[in-house]
């Protein structure tokens, strides 16, 4: 008894230091006098961003500098130091932080112009851009450390070092010497660095999509997504959990946060499905699953679709085209699995006092169909992401007009705005520290050293290097968010998929996959941290109960890697066949994991049905017509036992 005792303890111990090692500083959201004076700023960074984006003629470096420094002396301010810190408050310590900040964005902007049109490496720092460079790396390590834990941390500044001491290496990864200044030259005082393409996306793109997202949750959005998700699947056997699904798909993918996804759908239905009948971690996982899931859904997707723009060099519009079918695809597995266990373990519907009627539901929000239309027919017509987002945050306002329930004053859309901001926050710090590593790789030339490393690996075996990739791109994800896990990835991965033949969309939406996956992914899974709270269980249950719901993450990938047609390229005919048996494939898969299809399944069942559902999404016909056969020869004798 007292070892078993001993071995709990020392399990919680783990677990506790883990979570320490990547959790993150505890937030705070201003209240009283400091609302009064964080509002009204916050909204002053809102405001500049958007007219940066829209009317202000202004260069790329200098956008982002200000952009830092307005979004970094929030995230001081709104974020502590320390898990435990007082979140009623920020300390001297955090203002500080903040007044540097804004000193680093006062010197900048008006050294601007000379620093634009300087010329890198050739013209002398000064001393206060030594000083200003320095301030602004020593921010950029602690906004990282405070938004997205140590486990980024850690990781940039293994780059830090491997770029100012690389030259004392020895083998293919040693690089030329790269002195203390030469290192701040570029990351700072270039768009290289940390003042570079992440941060630029995040202060164009990611922060339109963001503030479409949060307006639309002011007027009521989220509520409706709710409604319409319950009157739609709430009356089948296991409501709450189809629910879940639906409502956290249609909310994550305004949202592009699968944490404050969690956070927002979560607290209404993991409830419920406990209520129910539903384990806490059951619960969790389903929510955490569909929550993360938000990221793959067009239009909007996640924060790292709007990086895949510039950085592979696509469309917005061909990115959102070729999302449309792994998304489904990924929502039908979700819907499948939470079907068949719901049948097998008998859960019911949702309660009747909880399931609206499906025309009230459309007749109350309808007007929040507009804005997504408005959204995709922007991108079909070729705007920019950034007009984008800003078009479809008008087209809120002004369909909010229409209601007195969904119409917002000045006061309500001004939080909006600063909410905005506050979210941005973690995304500006992780997409900085992203900036800060590409301008250790493009010194160092790392990307070329690691793929001839990899390459020696597989020996240039694609499925080999697929599984490379993957397994990469989840364990760099680990305790970071998105768009660094995909930014990392893209750099060091990419060119390495290409090499053995991958193209240039399927390559970078493989690695998206798995950057989005690191959110739900033991044993950091920041997303099944947030659902812990909810459910009630342990997250490292719920993170491993949400990997077997979102297994189609981890197979699709592979699917439209060989099977291009997946991701909307190639004739119709062939991408309708591929997405037809996909589907079927992954319901298969579905009963095979929660062993129970028209009934229980034995193992042998389960084996036949989930051999069958991978030869489905296999994209190849000769695998298809033999998972036919074995679903015959298993189908056919049962359903004649049945007829007799």
């Not at 996306?201 to 999509?209: H, N, P, Q, R, S």
């Not at 939470?338 to 049948?343: N, P």
């Not at 992203?434 to 499925?463: P, Q, R, S």
Request: aromatic residues 12%; contains cysteine.
């Amino acid at each position: 008894m007292s070892f078993s005792i001993e071995l709990h303890n020392m399990k919680l111990s783990a677990f506790l230091s883990l979570k320490t090692w990547f959790s993150v500083g505890a937030r705070r959201r201003p209240e009283g006098i400091y609302e009064w004076i964080f509002t009204p700023f916050a909204v002053v960074v809102g405001v500049y961003v958007i007219s940066a984006a829209t009317l202000i003629i202004i260069s790329p470096w200098t956008l982002t500098v200000l952009f830092f420094s307005g979004v970094g002396a929030l995230a001081f301010l709104t974020t502590g130091a320390f898990e435990d810190s007082k979140i009623e408050r920020p300390s001297i310590l955090d203002m500080g932080f903040a007044l540097a900040c804004l000193a680093v964005g006062l010197y900048f902007s008006l050294q601007a112009s000379t620093i634009v049109d300087r010329i890198v490496l050739l013209d002398e720092l000064t001393q206060w851009d030594v000083l200003f460079g320095s301030i602004v790396f020593v921010l950029t390590l602690e906004i990282t450390r405070r938004t997205t834990g140590l486990g980024l941390t850690f990781i940039v500044f293994a780059f830090v070092v491997y770029n100012l001491f690389g030259h004392l290496l020895g083998g293919v990864l040693k690089h030329g010497d790269i002195g203390y200044l030469h290192f701040i030259e570029i990351t700072v005082f270039t768009t290289d660095g940390i003042f570079g393409l992440p941060l630029r996306v995040a202060a164009t793109y990611a922060f339109m999509f963001v503030m479409f997202g949060t307006v639309l949750h002011a007027c009521g959005g989220g509520a409706f997504f709710f409604n319409f998700a319950a009157a739609i699947s709430g009356r089948s056997p296991g409501g709450p959990a189809k629910v879940a699904v639906i409502s956290s798909g249609m909310y994550g993918m305004l949202s592009g946060s699968p944490t404050s996804d969690v956070v927002t759908t979560g607290s209404i239905t993991i409830p419920i499905m406990k209520r129910l009948g539903y384990r806490g971690a059951h619960a969790g996982a389903i929510e955490v699953a569909a929550s993360t899931g938000g990221s793959f859904v067009p239009p909007v997707l996640g924060t790292a679709a709007f990086l895949m723009v510039d950085f592979a060099g696509l469309e917005y519009l061909q990115i959102a085209v070729a999302a449309v079918i792994p998304a489904i695809l990924y929502y039908i597995s979700i819907y499948a699995q939470v079907h068949f266990s719901c049948l097998r373990q008998g859960f019911g519907r949702l309660d009747d006092d909880l399931i609206p009627s499906f025309v009230e539901t459309l007749k109350d929000g309808w007007l929040f169909i507009v804005p997504l239309t408005v959204l995709t027919v922007a991108l079909i017509m070729g705007f920019t992401p950034t007009m984008v987002g800003i078009m479809g945050t008008v087209a809120v306002l002004v369909v909010s007009i229409f209601k007195a329930s969904t119409r917002i004053g000045p006061i309500t859309l001004a939080k909006a705005l600063s909410e905005t901001c506050y979210r941005m926050v973690p995304v500006a710090g992780a997409c900085a520290a992203a900036g800060l590593i590409i301008g250790g790789m493009t010194m160092t030339g790392l990307a070329g050293k690691f793929a001839h490393l990899v390459n020696g690996l597989t020996d240039g075996h694609m499925f080999l290097t697929l599984l490379v990739t993957a397994a990469l791109t989840v364990v760099l994800g680990l305790g970071m968010p998105t768009p660094s896990a995909y930014i990392l990835s893209a750099a060091l991965m990419t060119p390495i998929l290409t090499e053995v033949g991958v193209a240039t969309l399927p390559a970078h939406m493989f690695v998206f996959y798995y950057a989005v996956m690191s959110a739900l992914t033991p044993p950091v899974a920041v997303a099944a941290y947030a659902a812990s709270s909810i459910a009630e269980d342990n997250p490292l249950l719920i993170a491993v109960m949400a990997v077997k719901f979102a297994l189609a993450a981890f197979i699709v990938p592979f699917a439209f890697i060989y099977g291009p047609e997946l991701l909307m390229i190639g004739p119709w005919h062939v991408i309708a066949f591929s997405f037809i048996t996909a589907a079927v494939g992954l319901i298969f898969i579905s009963a095979a994991l929660e062993a129970y299809f028209q009934d229980h399944l034995a193992k042998w069942e389960r084996l036949i049905i989930g051999l069958a559902g991978f030869g489905l999404i296999m994209p190849n016909y000769y695998t298809a017509g033999a998972s036919v056969a074995l679903l015959a020869v298993y189908f056919v004798p049962r359903y004649i036992r049945r007829k007799n």
